[in-house]
């Protein structure tokens, strides 16, 4: 049975529908439509789907190509890495905005044999989002991959294509301004400041410490992209810093009677619950304000960081501060200071 054309949700595949935060499958058996719940998770959801739709058939379309590669990576991906691939998707094969227009939707319908490098190259010159556009091409290179290995397309027409150029970051703070930062912030955050500096980790990474992975030997911590296990031997001021974070994270907690509320995680909310990023970043915007720093990202610390051990000890030390794979990742991180540190001796 063929059903009218999607006005919203153009970017999920056939069959799939979301109803009220919910993934369904519609099949119909005796003129009725019978609905099966996928789940609220999109990559929950592609997953049963397929189990659902069986091998898929042949693609012949853009669409087709996109929608395989998302329930292929749906088990090995990182949830936020499926939602920005999903609103990707959105841009690349068209949606429905709340005021009813029609969005994006380039590449809908196209044929896969059909697109070629030229058309990918105008879709990066045309769209307004530089950066954005980069991920949506990524994407359509990645789905491309899948159908060429699939028999379903000849060539990859993102191959040899050049991105849009991004514009690296090169903000650096400095010691008097981490200073100020960490002067200006409530112990928690001052907390993870630190941590963040002595690590170069990530903010996700920080907020995933959990009070098990602090020993005696040290911290170790899982970084977010590799997934690689990292132990930062305990030296007296990573050993301040951490009992300084356990005090300023109880002080925050609820009280139950006599005790404050159990929490797994070094850095927690009232209930016990790891501090989000969205609470993170609520009051970096705070912290940053009265420090008279507003241009400064979380992020730059970690970047700072990686610079500093760059100039002090090398980039061995560098690399292995960041937890690259590749040295060429870690070159990119650095900040052109244009300082040499030298240590004055008779």
């Known amino acids: 049975m063929m059903g009218r054309r999607r006005k919203r949700n153009r970017h999920l595949p056939e069959r799939m529908q979301l109803r009220h935060g919910a993934y369904y499958y519609v099949a119909y058996a005796a003129r009725r439509q019978i609905w099966t719940h996928l789940g609220r998770a999109f990559a929950d959801a592609l997953v049963k789907y397929g189990a659902l739709e069986g091998r898929p058939p042949k693609g012949r379309t853009v ?34 905005a709340e005021d009813g227009a029609a969005k994006g939707g380039a590449f809908r319908g196209v044929q896969l044999e ?44 993102c191959r040899g294509v050049r991105r849009n150029p991004r514009r690296r970051r090169s903000r650096y703070i400095n010691v008097t301004e981490r200073k100020r930062l960490i002067a200006a912030a409530p112990p928690q955050i001052a907390s993870m400041i630190e941590i963040s500096y002595l690590t170069a980790c990530r903010k996700s990474e920080v907020l995933d410490i959990r009070l098990a992975d602090i020993c005696d030997e040290g911290l170790y911590v899982r970084r977010g992209k590799t997934q690689d296990r990292m132990l930062f031997e305990m030296t007296d001021e990573l050993g301040a810093v951490l009992e300084r ?42 912290v940053r304000r009265r420090a008279g720093l ?35 990742t870690t070159e990119r991180y650095l900040v052109q200071t244009g300082m040499r540190i030298v240590k004055p001796e008779l």
Not at 137 to 151: C, D, M
Not at 306 to 318: N, P, V
Request: aromatic letters at 8%; a positive charge.
């Open 294 to 328: 507003p241009d400064v990202n979380f992020h730059d610390i970690r970047r700072a960081r990686i610079t500093d051990a760059e100039h002090k000890f090398g980039m061995t030390m560098a690399n292995a501060l960041a937890g690259h794979r590749s040295v060429t």
């Open 114 to 157: 059909d697109l070629q490098s030229a058309d990918v190259k105008e879709y990066l010159v045309r769209r307004t989002s530089k950066a954005a556009a980069n991920g949506e091409i990524a994407l359509l290179s990645a789905a491309y991959t899948l159908a060429v290995e699939r028999g379903w397309a000849p060539l990859n027409p």
């Open 245 to 286: 974070a356990r005090a300023a994270s109880r002080g925050r907690r609820k009280r139950r009677g006599s005790a404050s509320v159990a929490s797994l995680y070094l850095f927690s909310g009232r209930t016990g619950q790891r501090y989000t990023e969205d609470g993170l970043q609520t009051m970096w915007q705070r």
């Open 63 to 96: 669409d087709d190509a996109v929608h395989a590669y998302l329930q292929d990576a749906a088990g090995r991906l990182r949830p936020k890495t499926m939602a920005l691939y999903e609103a990707a998707a959105r841009e690349l094969l068209g949606y429905v």
